[in-house]
């Protein structure tokens, strides 16, 4: 099972469409990722990732419901 998580972009480092990245940040956590899929994405969006490339964009109130949910399952675990 493969669960997709929703990171936020915090910065882009600009490129043509194949070799631009950004900074995504999930939970306090940074990793650069591929935007090539995303090329509309901006800085505070929110970014489902795999495989280390941004597959797609969720607007803000579905990203938030997401991690409230998942925050919700972690209190369940202690």
Known sequence: MCLAVPG?????????????TGQVEFSGISTQVSLAYVPEVQI?????VHAGFAISILDQDEAEQSLLAFAQMDALED
């Open 8 to 20: 936020k972009v915090i910065s882009i480092s600009e490129g043509d469409s194949l070799n631009r």
């Open 44 to 48: 505070d969006d929110y970014v489902i």
